[in-house]
């Protein structure tokens, strides 16, 4: 038998009562739907974001980056938004190495770069 940690085993079987709490029935707004302020907008900031990267790799397959170039400003650019001054270039090349050899991580940026690009590029 679990034991509840909240009443004492000697009122497993009875009610708790809190002294002055009113009907449970009463409390108002219990009627009304459960949201969270400003959810509808994460959809919005992060297709936003999306956007900056796709913007990011288009400016650089226009300025003739390399896709490995490109892979590193990408890092470079959310290490710096992530991190401040904290993205140094040591963190920022061990991200764009774990970019190469994740296939998971290789995936998402081909996928990125596939999209902004509008073609396959390998």
């Known amino acids: 038998m679990a034991t509840d940690p909240i009443r004492p085993a000697r009122s497993a079987q ?3 009562e809190i002294a002055a709490a009113g009907d449970v029935a009463r409390v108002g707004g219990a009627e009304t739907s459960f949201r969270v302020a400003g959810a509808a907008g994460a959809a919005a900031a992060q297709a936003t974001h999306f956007a900056a990267l796709r913007t990011r790799i288009q400016d650089g397959l226009a300025r003739q980056l390399s896709r490995e170039a490109i ?18 270039q040591v963190v920022r090349s061990k991200v764009a190495e774990q970019f190469r050899t994740d296939p998971v991580l290789a995936t998402l940026f081909n996928d990125l770069f596939v999209a902004a690009a509008g073609k396959p590029v390998r």
């Open 14 to 16: 009875q009610a708790s």
């Open 71 to 88: 892979l590193d400003d990408l890092v470079a650019y959310e290490t710096n938004r992530a991190f401040g001054a904290g993205a140094s």
